[in-house]
Structure formats: C-alpha cells, structure tokens
C-alpha cells in the first residue's frame, strides 16, 4: 500500500537549501525554523472549504481594511490548486475532500473511492499505519465530506450513519466537531456508537467547558462532539446561546494531544462553514468565518515554527459562488448583518392558509437583521423562490435553502458580487465554482509547494516529502 520514498530511483529532493532573498526579506512571523531535516515529523493540513481569494479579500477588508493582510497571506510559500472532479468541472466537497486525501480523482458525491467503487488510501491512513497519531477537526459534522474524505470508504457522501462507524473502526486518535446525531441510536440501528467510543477507550468532551477542561493523554484517544448537526455559525453563537468551542480552541486541543507523539502526527483541520455560509451569499458570515479559521492558522503555525519539525498547509477544496469583493459592495451595512440567513429562516412565520412565510414576516425579519425595507414585489418572488415547485404536496424547500434566498437579497441590496441565485439553483453543487483555489505552506518541505497544482498533487506530495508514497488505483 506504500513504499519508503528512498526506495524509489529518484532520491529525495535536498530542501535544506534555503533562498537568501527569501531569508532576507521574510516578514515577521514567517522564519523558517532551523532543521537540519527535509522530512516532516508532523504535518497538518488546514483546509478552508469554500474558501477561494474571493472569500479571503472579503475577509481582509472587513477585518483588516484595504491595507491590512490576514494572517495566512504571509506565509511564504503561495500555489494555486485546480480543483474538477472526475466527472465535472464543478467539483462538489466529497470529490474535493477525496482528492486532497487520497490523490486521485472521483465523481461528485464518492468519498475514498475511485469513480469505480475501488476503495482508495488517504494521506491520513499511511501516517496512522506508520505508527503516527492522526486525527479530523471540523466545524461540520465529522462525518461529512471534507473530513471523510481522510477517514472514510462510502460511494455516497450521504451515507453520514455509515462513515460514523468507519471512524470508529478506523480508531483514529482525534475527531472533534459536530454530528454527535450520526452516532446515536436512532442513526445506528439501535447501538450506541458513542458507547462503543467510550468502552474503548475514547475520552468524550461535548462542550467547550469540558474540552478545554481536557488534559491531553496520550494512551486515551480523543472524541468530541459539540453539536446534533453543524457547529454554530461564528455570527450564531450568541443568539443560540452556544455551549461550542472556537475553532482556535478546537485546533489548540488537537495539536496538544497528538503532539504528544513522539513519532509525529498528522491533523486535517477544517474550516467548514466558510462554504455554507458562501453558499447564502452573506459577505458577514464570510468575513467571521474566514477569520475565524485564519487565526487557527495563526495558532497552528506559530506551535509548527517553535516546533521545527512540522509542515504546514493552508488551502482550500473548491471556491463557493463567485464571490468578488467589488467596488460597489457595502462594507458597513454588511458587516452589521449580525446573524446568519439560515437564523433569520427560523424567524419566519408560516401562514397556515397558504403554508407559505406571511408577508409581514418576511419583511419584518429583513428589517429587524438585515436593515432593508424589502419592496411588496420582492416578498413576492421570495414567496415563490422558496416554494419547492417539484414537491407534490407543495412544501417549502429546506430551511437552509431559504437562508440561502434571504442571503442573496441582503447581498443584492448592499451590492455583494456574487452568482445569481437561479445559477446557485440550477447547480449540483448549489453554486460551486471551478475557480483555482490558493495553497499557502510553511515549514518543513514547504518549498515544493509553488506554482500551478492539480489537487491531487498536494497528498502525494505530502507522503514524498514524509518518506512515503500512495499505491496509486488504475484510474491515475
């Protein structure tokens, strides 16, 4: 299944050499730590989902100003990363999150396996057969694409019950995020998965009192599970009274425990919400979002340069909805869009005569959280965007789909650049783009890491750099 890179006729590159101009200029924060080694001891791979340069040059804007940086920008290796699927040039997270894992390519919806059903082996899996501690870290379900994509063998990215039990058979040493519904009886055919973590062995935190009460043990693995479904949107916490931790804290835990691994360690840490947020078209929950996940980065590589034996990767899976920071767009009125489009749904009343949101609360809630005095013809169509017209028994579409309804009118109104929502409607991935994506590295071997990549590249690259390479399937 793998092979020790110096088996190979190609000896390993010598990386040790560095680049003067680069040591002479390189701002602070972003010196190379001083090792003799060009192998990794420890990587971890920090993925933005959704996030292309749109969605950061939004975030730097709102937070930092037009010239302010955010903290990713300095690192000082910089690619760009195409990302299609096997069968589309749209990829969805599932093929993306394959890809990045496993380096080959799948169809939309195929996690950890070949468009044929072959199953694949993941960048995460070479590290845990070589002794190392691995783990996922998610503000999605840990069993949804991205974070699957490292652990798990399904044919449809649905399958959520299924890849809860394969992280369990996996005995990887760290998963934190959300889903804890994925593992509870009703999703297991009456078992207990939870109790099947705990009996062996697991340490269980479910608030973010209790993870950061944890003390990292390495002989106990480490599962938490701080939501149902979705973590909370940054912009949600409060008005959900939220229990969660941050992303930061949940990196900072992760990176405690497996560091505890004398052999080394391998983490995927995921900005997840970046993506849904994208997909509603709020340039707010973009800005929270993004820098949210930027200051884990911050935290993961600041520990990696006191560290010296650590590769860093921050880069993203696909970009979500073309989003553009244009001339236009109002920064202020955005940023005091305070909740999410999805909490905003939650707020609308139904009219028991119609089944339809009434009138007065459609525009009562853009008022109330979006400051819009949202016109009688717009009420209109938004009654009709959210009407499922393919269901027979003429329900409303998913409630996270009428965020994303509320999303594009608040982005219109404040002139957001962003795709249309009939494009966001009449798409697979709903409103994913085939936009190169950026890779930003720091670290050991993080040199190789320039220029133009396909995404399938980055895990192969990993496991050279590491000492290993994939077996690769018939479809490479």
Not at 181 to 196: K, M, V
Not at 233 to 258: F, H, Q
Not at 288 to 298: I, K, L, S
Not at 332 to 348: H, T
Request: charged letters at 30%; glycine letters at 10%; a negative charge.
């Amino acid at each position: 299944m793998i092979a020790c890179a110096e088996d190979t006729e190609e000896p390993p590159q010598d990386e040790n050499q560095s680049d003067p101009q680069q040591e002479e200029e390189a701002p602070a924060g972003e010196e190379q730590a001083d090792t003799n080694s060009t192998t990794p001891k420890n990587v971890i791979v920090m993925i933005g989902d959704g996030m292309g340069v749109g969605q950061m040059e939004v975030a730097r804007l709102f937070e930092h100003g037009k010239n302010g940086e955010l903290f990713m920008e300095t690192l000082p290796n910089v690619a760009l990363s195409r990302t299609y699927s096997a069968d589309n040039m749209v990829t969805d997270s599932a093929a993306a999150g394959t890809a990045l894992a496993n380096g080959e390519k799948t169809n939309n919806g195929m996690l950890g396996v070949s468009p044929d059903g072959e199953e694949l082996t993941s960048v995460l899996d070479i590290f845990q057969e070589q002794g190392k501690t691995v783990g996922i870290v998610s503000t999605n379900t840990v069993t949804d694409a991205t974070p699957a994509g490292f652990v798990a063998k399904v044919e449809s990215r649905a399958g959520q019950d299924e890849i809860a039990r394969q992280i369990f058979e996996g005995q990887y040493d760290i998963a934190l995020g959300g889903g804890r519904r994925n593992f509870e009886p009703d999703r297991q055919d009456g078992n207990d998965l939870i109790e099947d973590f705990l009996e062996a062995g697991y340490e269980l935190v479910e608030t973010r009192d209790e993870l950061i009460a944890y003390e990292a043990n390495e002989d106990t693995k480490l599962l938490g599970l701080f939501h149902p479904s979705f973590m909370n949107y940054v912009g949600d916490r409060e008005v959900n009274n939220s229990e969660e931790p941050t992303l930061v804290e949940m990196t900072e835990k992760a990176i405690e425990r497996a560091s505890l691994d004398e052999d080394g360690f391998f983490l995927m840490i995921e900005g997840a919400r970046i993506d849904h947020i994208s997909h509603a078209a709020d340039f707010g929950g973009i800005w929270r979002e993004t820098v949210e996940f930027d200051h884990a980065v911050e935290y993961a590589v600041n520990w990696a340069e006191d560290d010296g034996e650590t590769l860093v990767l921050v880069l993203a899976d696909h970009e979500t909805m073309g989003v553009a920071a244009t001339e236009e767009m109002n920064i202020d009125a955005l940023k005091a869009v305070g909740v999410s489009p999805e909490y905003m749904a939650q707020q609308l009343e139904i009219d028991e005569g119609t089944g339809n949101y009434t009138e007065e609360s459609i525009k009562e809630v853009f008022a109330e959280y979006a400051n819009i005095d949202i016109s009688d013809e717009e009420v209109r169509e938004f009654q009709e965007n959210v009407w499922d017209a393919d269901d027979p028994e003429g329900r409303l579409i998913l409630e996270h789909e009428v965020g994303w309804e509320i999303g594009s009118i608040i982005a219109y109104h404040y002139r957001a650049g962003v795709i249309d929502r009939q494009i966001r409607e009449e798409s697979d991935t709903g409103g994913h783009t085939g936009n190169m994506v950026p890779v930003f590295s720091i670290g050991v071997g993080a040199e190789r890491f320039e220029g133009v990549l396909d995404n399938i590249e980055i895990p192969r690259m990993i496991a050279e750099i590491s000492g290993y390479e994939f077996t690769l399937g018939e479809n490479d």
